[in-house]
């Protein structure tokens, strides 16, 4: 009876420390799944901008003596921000995103209309059988067949066509619609009764915005020079893929901001899968937060984003894409063709990991171009978009560009210089790139 007890109590402490280490285990792992904070997803194309105060204003005297440049102290929260400018590759995603949901509604729905609502959900799988479908077509015949009668009334006619393309969209009828609440006119004093419960219908902005670029400002810009193979090519041909993208209007830019984090993972080249969406807003940088990017974390009221008064290398060589002379746009280095645009991260990047903020093509910001600089000092930013019909000399839609470009000269690179164009303008030396404003680092 002993040897049994004995036994009996051994069994009882094994089952014990069975019991024991099976509940360890369950809070070690279990716990870890229930307590666990969801990770921050990162967007591989941007860098991370901590926030800050800086002296935001002139670094050097202004040489057109405008006096527009008054240097203050302001604060930035954090942000991300692109590397790089908006390439031809990249922008041509959100070109194929319209295009592919025009044809998807022809060829599915069998129509043209887009909802007034935003409920148009496409299935990519379905795109890529309808893109399969129409590129195994072997003419033109052939493939308007596959879709409705309606389609051409957004098709290029055949005349119009350039060779090998058998099916194109009118750039004119490539329209992005998209929605938005007006945060601003809701947060208004006369409307903080209403709130934003019924923010949404009362305040809901509904765009239609023409998205392809207009590849005819290499022509428009430059009368006098021989740019005609810019204009065929700089946006279509794959060589120029890594290439800024340009004759892109303010609105245009903004357009691509709200489609990009809707669609995130299409960007991402990952259309319909969840875990590439990225939580924030995607958005055109302030004119503050562009001018305390591009300084780079530097401690110094530095010039240029690399962190020096020079423009030069010690051996000579340009430290952005910009003119350094009359008549001179190589800068006596003529392995680099700088005389456009070149290449996006053709030169180094800044202390905070951002290529090409001097130089190469200047970038749109969301802020109005104001002379006094704005009143504010804590994420200063002015903003107003102006209607269509309004007066083209209307202030307030002159927006701030930064950076200069490949044919300014080094005064217009400089972190601090300020200039404007007007937000239905596109241009060949004005690109852009976008910030996202997402939740903190966990």
């Given amino acids: 009876m002993v040897k049994n007890l004995k036994i ?44 800050g105060s800086y002296y935001m204003g002139a670094s050097d ?5 405008a006096l527009m440049n008054h240097k203050k102290l302001v604060s930035v929260s954090s942000f991300w921000m692109d590397k790089t400018e908006i390439t031809n590759e990249q922008y041509h995603k959100f070109v194929n995103y319209v295009s592919d949901s025009l044809k998807y509604l022809n060829y599915y729905l069998k129509t043209i209309d887009i909802p007034d609502d935003d409920t148009l ?31 051409t009334e957004l098709v290029l006619q055949q005349q119009d066509r350039m060779k090998g393309h058998p099916l194109q969209l009118d750039p004119k009828k490539m329209i992005y619609r998209y929605y938005f609440v007006d945060l601003k006119k809701a947060a208004d004093t006369s409307n903080s009764r209403k709130g934003l419960i019924n923010a949404k219908n009362l305040f809901k902005v509904t765009k239609n915005e023409a998205i392809y670029p207009d590849t005819l400002v290499w022509g428009r810009d430059f009368s006098m020079s021989q740019n005609d193979p810019l204009m065929i090519m700089y946006f279509s041909h794959k060589s120029y893929s890594d290439y800024p993208v340009v004759g892109v209007t303010w609105k245009q830019a903004t357009a691509f901001c709200h489609w990009r984090t809707e669609h995130s993972d299409y960007f991402q080249g990952r259309p319909g899968k969840k875990d590439y969406i990225i939580d924030g807003v995607y958005r055109l940088p302030s004119e503050a937060e562009w001018e305390y990017a591009a300084r780079g974390n530097a401690k110094i009221n530095a010039m240029f984003p690399w962190g020096a008064p020079f423009a030069r290398t ?4 340009l430290m952005a894409n910009f003119k350094p002379g009359r008549g001179d746009y190589f800068g006596g280095d003529t392995k680099i063709d700088g005389i456009t645009p070149v290449k996006v991260g053709s030169y180094s990047e800044n202390g905070f990991g951002l290529y090409d903020m001097a130089g190469n093509v200047a970038e749109w910001t969301s802020t109005v171009f104001d002379e006094s600089g704005g009143p504010a000092d804590f994420n200063p930013n002015y903003q107003y978009d102006v209607e269509e019909t309004s007066e083209v000399s209307d202030a307030r839609s002159r927006k701030s560009i930064r950076g200069g470009s490949w044919k300014d000269i080094a005064y217009n690179c400089q972190v601090s210089t300020r200039n404007y164009e007007y937000q239905f303008n596109a241009k060949s030396y004005i690109g852009f790139r976008c910030v996202l404003s997402a939740p903190p680092k966990y």
């Fill in 8 to 51: 009996a109590r051994f069994r009882f402490l094994s089952m014990l420390l069975v019991l024991t280490m099976s509940t360890l285990l369950f809070f070690a792992f279990e716990s870890n799944q229930i307590f666990r904070k969801p990770k921050l997803k990162i967007d591989p194309n941007m860098a991370y901008i901590p926030g």
């Fill in 61 to 65: 005297e202004q040489v057109d003596n």
């Fill in 121 to 151: 959900k496409v299935d990519w799988n379905k795109v890529s059988s309808m893109n399969r479908n129409i590129s195994n077509a072997k003419t033109a015949k052939s493939i308007e067949d596959l879709l409705s009668s309606k389609l």
């Fill in 314 to 317: 010690k051996e000579g060589r």
